[in-house]
């Protein structure tokens, strides 16, 4: 499998941009996702480049504290449903950057402390919450009288930003906003009676094909798709799969038609958060010259997960929301066998579905010392697992990106993984007998085919112990710091400003 060159880019800014990013969620302050981490990271790398970049997100009730933020003392009117809404707005800053952060504060609407679903469903009102969420932000924008060159969406929950642009809005000074909409995941589109059209206070007549409609509903996903001036999405190779039947989730036409406005960029990841080098959450700390602090985190990680403690076993590592997406029912198919025929161990962290959540937690009392199991959300078990496990397992059927691989890779701990996604992009296979690659993958969607790569991926550790150190210092030598990406997504911004306005950036 050869990985994808990352497009040339020709960056020849001229003057800082003006972005609003509108997120359902940005770490540190919510997180259900890479989403998050993607939200939280890009408008740093940016604003060190010097641009002006601000961000705006619901104040659920579990967004956390970073530092001290202040109440706007205009209360935000949002012109949604039959008579205006009003927000409470505070500002706050993306941790030691001057980026702002816009908190928006609606009881109605963000008084609860799930982002898209209580436990194991979806709010009712998702779609009302949302819509609220674009008319907020863009009635931010003029309460600020502060005009943005570009805003950028990020899934299906900012939809319908760019209709706004497009309809009610683009005669106002706001029309000439570029927009640019992220796809993350295509698989949740946020599907909407019409009458959100006029909760929104958005014309009826879009409400049609090839607009917002989408069989007989208001598809959020595919508005945003249909209305924004650019596309991204977070690898090239999903941004293909997307255009095909088998990987469109029924919007695959919308992205072929849009194909020329459409470009993947693969996630950076945060580099100061992930670095085995200074994690504050390890107990000690290695790089690629010396990997003997790994070998102490390994211990840690069998002891914090009730493993046996022995230095000499092969670690897999898991990470991940439980969902069908990452295609843990395929491990849950062969972990038996793969405990009783390999002499390794699970570390396996993660929460979603139930009934998965039940087979690990049984599976790591039947395999007691060699399967471990965490169910729930911890960062910081999230590092240990990382630092202390040989490989990291990801058997997704779909992965857009994919952040936690890159971690992996940066903690020299190497990836099995399905070839999907940006898993293709950003990990190269191994090739027997040379010292090419940096993880072990694999193409057939089948606990078989996981089962045979694990076994392959353990055979390499046993038996091959230079090729595996070779394979891990490979690695820890890629570059997923955000600075190219950041670069790409400028070219993107530029390009979009120009469609929209009819002028380059000067
Ligand atoms: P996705 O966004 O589809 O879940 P990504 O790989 O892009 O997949 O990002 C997942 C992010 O969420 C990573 O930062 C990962 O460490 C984190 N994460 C997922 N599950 C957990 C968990 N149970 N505890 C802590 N962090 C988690
Ligand atoms: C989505 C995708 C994941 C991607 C993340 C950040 O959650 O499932 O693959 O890394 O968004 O873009």
Redesign the pocket.
């Given at each position: 499998m050869q990985r994808q060159p990352f497009a040339d880019f020709q960056n020849t800014a001229v003057r800082p941009l003006r972005i609003l990013f509108v997120t359902p969620e940005v770490?540190p302050f919510v997180?259900?996702?890479?989403?998050?981490?993607?939200t939280g990271a890009l408008p740093k790398e940016l604003a060190a480049l010097g641009h002006d970049v601000r961000i705006v997100c619901p104040a659920y009730s579990s967004v956390k504290d970073h530092g001290p933020r202040t109440a706007r003392h205009e209360p935000l009117g949002v012109d949604v449903g039959p008579q205006t809404h009003w927000a409470r707005t505070w500002e706050t800053f993306l941790p030691d950057t001057g980026v702002a952060v816009y908190l928006l504060e609606h009881d109605g609407f963000f008084g609860r402390a799930e982002v898209y679903a209580g436990p194991w469903g979806s709010h009712g009102d998702n779609d009302l919450r949302y819509a609220f969420l674009c008319r907020a932000a863009l009635a931010l924008c003029q309460q600020l009288n502060w005009i943005p060159d570009v805003v950028h969406g990020h899934d299906w929950t900012t939809g319908l930003l760019p209709v706004y642009l497009n309809t009610t809005l683009q005669h106002t000074p706001l029309g000439r906003i570029a927009s640019i909409f992220t796809v993350?995941?295509l698989e949740h589109q946020g599907y909407a009676d019409r009458r959100v059209l006029d909760f929104a206070r958005l014309p009826l007549a879009e409400f049609r094909n090839d607009s917002v409609e989408s069989y007989g509903a208001v598809n959020m996903m595919k508005a945003g798709l249909y209305h924004s001036t650019k596309l991204t999405t977070?690898s090239p190779t999903y941004a293909q799969e997307i255009q095909t039947p088998a990987g469109g989730w029924g919007l695959d036409s919308v992205l072929r038609h849009r194909a020329r406005d459409l470009v993947g960029i693969v996630?950076g990841i945060d580099t100061d958060a992930w670095n085995p080098a200074v994690d504050r959450f390890l107990p000690a700390h290695y790089g690629a010259s010396n990997l003997a602090g790994k070998a102490h985190c390994k211990a840690a990680l069998q002891h914090r997960l009730n493993l046996t403690v022995d230095s000499h076993v092969a670690v897999f590592g898991v990470?991940?929301?439980f969902?069908s997406?990452?295609g843990l029912d395929l491990l849950a198919d062969v972990l038996p066998d793969i405990v009783q025929q390999m002499h390794v161990q699970f570390a396996i962290?993660?929460?979603g579905e139930p009934v998965l959540e039940q087979f690990f937690r049984s599976a790591a009392s039947q395999y007691a010392g060699r399967v471990g199991v965490?169910?729930?959300?911890?960062?910081?078990?999230?590092?240990l697992i990382?630092a202390g496990s040989d490989c990291f397992v990801?058997p997704?059927r779909a992965?857009?990106?994919?952040?936690?691989?890159?971690?992996a890779m940066r903690y020299g701990t190497l990836p099995v993984a399905r070839a999907t996604g940006?898993l293709i992009d950003t990990i190269a296979q191994y090739i027997g007998g040379t010292t090419q690659g940096d993880g072990f993958l694999f193409t057939q969607a089948t606990g078989r085919a996981l089962h045979d790569t694990v076994g392959w991926a353990t055979a390499t550790y046993y038996d091959k112990p230079r090729d595996f150190a070779r394979l891990q210092r490979n690695a820890m030598a890629q570059d997923f710091s955000w600075k190219r990406s950041a670069a790409q997504y400028i070219d993107v911004y530029h390009s979009a400003i120009e469609q929209r306005t009819g002028a380059p950036v000067h």
């Open positions: 770490e997180k259900v996702g890479g989403l998050a981490d993607m993350h995941n977070v996630n990470v991940a929301r969902v997406q990452k962290l993660g929460a965490h169910v729930g959300y911890d960062n910081e078990l999230a590092h990382q990801m997704s992965e857009p990106c994919g952040l936690t691989q890159m971690y940006g």
